[in-house]
Structure formats: C-alpha cells, structure tokens
C-alpha cells in the first residue's frame, strides 16, 4: 500500500522560497508518476509538477516553470519540491500523489491518481 505524507509547507513573502517534502512508502517500483498538485479554495486542482521515475522526465505547469524544481531522493524515498521566488498566486493547498503506470511519461499530467498524501499549505503574501 502506497503512503504519502507531505511536510515543508509555510507563510513566506513574496520572492521567498520553499522546499516540500514527500515521504513515499509503498512505491517500490521504478514506473511511477510522482506529481505535486496544488488547490485554491473555489478552483480546480492543478498540476504543479511531475516526475516519471523509469526514466526522470518532468513537467511544470507554465506558470512555474524556472522557478520550481522537482526532484526524488531514491535513498530516501521521497519527492521533493524546490520553490522558489514564490508569488501570492502560488498559494493553495499542495498534494504529493502518485501512480502506477507503464504508459510513460506522458500519462503524468493527466492520470486519475489512486494515492494522494493530506496536504500542506503554503501561503505567499504580498
């Protein structure tokens, strides 16, 4: 059984950075997708950003790409996400998730995915 448990959430100003952390027990294969979605009260989850684990291809949502990295720490099991010069739109709720999948890389942003860790919020202010 796969658990997610997010941690690194916060309140930063704006131009500040932010490191979320993922701790994945239960993915023991090489062929997930890993993704970090994010939420706002009164709108749909996004995709914030994606790792296929077979072979490391990322996706970033427009708006945050060349400010956030994702990345996994296969020795510690978990996924990782480096925010930085964050922006008041930047804030919402943020998921780790994750998925099965031997479909590829490009199933990633679009997958209905089966597990998804509680949250944590990360709040920007002007």
């Known amino acids: 059984q796969v658990q997610l448990v997010e941690s690194g959430g916060g309140s930063v100003q704006t131009g500040g950075s932010l490191r979320l952390s993922c701790a994945a027990s239960?993915?023991?294969?090489?062929?997930?997708?890993m993704t970090w979605f994010r939420q706002v009260p009164g709108k749909e989850r996004e995709v914030v950003a994606t790792v296929y684990t077979a072979d490391s291809t990322t996706y970033y949502h427009e708006s945050v790409k060349g400010r956030f990295t994702i990345s996994r720490d296969n020795a510690k099991n978990t996924l990782n996400l480096q925010m930085n010069n964050l922006k008041p739109e930047d804030t919402g709720m943020y998921y780790c998730?994750?998925?099965?999948?031997?479909?590829?890389?490009?199933?990633?942003?679009?997958?209905?995915?089966?597990?998804w860790g509680q949250g944590t919020q990360v709040t920007v202010s002007p």
């Open positions: 998730a994750a998925i099965f999948t031997v479909r590829g890389a490009y199933l990633c942003p679009r997958a209905k995915y089966p597990y």
């Open positions: 239960g993915v023991t294969y090489s062929n997930y997708c």
